[in-house]
């Protein structure tokens, strides 16, 4: 089941109208990138960039004059080149922008949860993950972005499939701020550079569901993913690309696991916890 949705893309700095997944993909590949700036509060060296339509773009004319009337003119993504990836003691070094890749392959073939399009290419400090920029809503009276935290009171059962889905990929970092709200309500999930590695840890924030019982449409999903995956299929032989076959192996194994019990795990939330939790 390959799900080829629609997004509305919450564009820095404004919203344009409903464009094609595949035209986004195609964007963020092939677009040059026309500006950069680092992203504070990263532990990684992580950077904003622009893309620019290669038929809009002039060579000698800075991106901030690229008109603002013309929403096919240009677009925003997150890049996280290799080069500024920080070792770390349970995963292997210079994987994690492969792992945001399989992240949202995975994603797109379940058709849940919404993680933004993500590719892999190179930019000024070279091969990356480049993921479509999303501009978090904030709430007006702090002006902080909205997290798990101030939405799981209104919208809990929102992230049910993003917990699955954490399971699924065995996720070390699910951070309360790694869930946010683009400006029309619709959630997102970012940050999966610390996934599919079986020797980590699993971290999350949402433990609301521990021990409760996995939606049955989602879990259809997984067994179909399991399937994709098990056979000769495109999105096997691309995630042949970005993860070892172990983690391939052990992906499948937690499926059908996810499958046989039908019971979210139940973490422990003094050991499985992120830090910092937002």
């Known amino acids: 089941m390959s799900v080829n949705r629609k997004y509305r893309r919450a564009a820095y700095p404004r919203d344009v109208d409903e ?24 532990s990684n060296y992580v950077f904003v960039v622009q893309l620019t339509n290669p038929e809009k773009h002039k060579e000698d004319e800075p ?22 990836e920080r070792p770390l003691r349970d995963f292997p070094g210079g994987t994690l922008h492969y792992r945001e890749r399989a992240a949202y392959l995975i994603s797109r073939e379940l058709g849940w ?8 290419r190179t930019g000024p400090h070279g091969e990356g993950s480049l993921q479509l920029f999303i501009d978090a809503a904030s709430k007006a009276e702090t002006d902080e972005p909205d997290s798990f935290f ?3 009171d ?28 683009s400006g029309d309500g ?11 590695n079986q020797s980590a840890r699993r971290r999350t924030v949402m433990f609301e569901f521990n021990g409760t019982e996995y939606p049955s449409p989602l879990l259809d999903d ?18 042949k690309e970005l993860l070892s076959q172990a983690e391939i192996d052990d992906l499948v194994k ?24 937002v």
Not at 113 to 120: A, E, F, G, N, S
Not at 160 to 181: E, P, T
């Open 150 to 152: 101030s939405l799981r």
């Open 222 to 239: 997984v067994d179909s993913l399991v399937g994709v995956i098990d056979s000769e299929s495109v999105l096997r032989n691309r995630l």
């Open 19 to 42: 464009i094609d997944e595949d035209t986004l993909v195609q964007r963020l590949s092939e677009w040059p990138i026309t500006g950069i700036g680092l992203h504070p509060g990263g």
């Open 186 to 196: 619709l959630l997102w999930a970012i940050d999966h550079g610390l996934t599919f």
């Open 63 to 84: 991106p901030d004059l690229v008109s603002e009337a013309d929403d096919s003119a240009s677009i925003f993504g997150i890049y996280k080149p290799q080069a500024g």
């Open 154 to 181: 209104e919208r809990l059962s929102d992230f049910r499939d993003m917990a699955m889905f954490d399971a699924l990929v065995h996720n070390a970092d699910r951070k309360g701020g790694s869930c946010i709200v």
């Open 113 to 120: 949860p919404r993680i933004p399009p993500t590719v892999i």
């Open 254 to 277: 937690r499926g059908r696991a996810m499958i046989e019990s039908g019971h979210y795990p139940v973490l422990d939330p003094n050991a499985n916890v992120p830090w910092p939790m």
